[in-house]
């Protein structure tokens, strides 16, 4: 949530760019995390595998096609409401 902001004001990213960006930047850390969990036994490699299967194919491909349709005042506007969103679910400890 803060690679987002961060690109779009900081580095003057488009909105477009700061999401597709920020997402690729999450690569990597997922990558050595897993190594770590896998090690620990930590991972259900069913419920794993069909989760991914499910939100890569789905999730990711409709996100990625809505988010080259949306104009960059659109998606300011929805991820404005999804940060006050988190931040009333966190403060309200829900």
């Given amino acids: 949530m803060i690679l987002v902001p961060a ?8 909105e477009k760019e700061a999401r597709a960006t ?3 930047c999450i690569l990597p850390m997922v990558c050595a995390s897993s190594v770590f969990y896998l090690k620990s036994s930590y ?3 069913k ?8 939100r890569s194919y789905s999730d990711g491909f409709f996100g990625a096609k809505i988010m080259q349709k949306l104009s ?3 998606l300011k ?6 940060l006050i969103y988190v931040g009333i679910k966190l403060i309200l400890g829900a």
């Fill in 7 to 14: 690109f779009t004001y900081i580095l003057k990213l488009s």
């Fill in 22 to 24: 920020s997402i690729f």
């Fill in 43 to 45: 991972i259900d490699f």
């Fill in 47 to 54: 419920l794993s595998i069909l989760c991914a299967i499910r």
């Fill in 72 to 74: 960059d005042k659109y």
């Fill in 77 to 82: 506007i929805f991820f404005t409401i999804f």
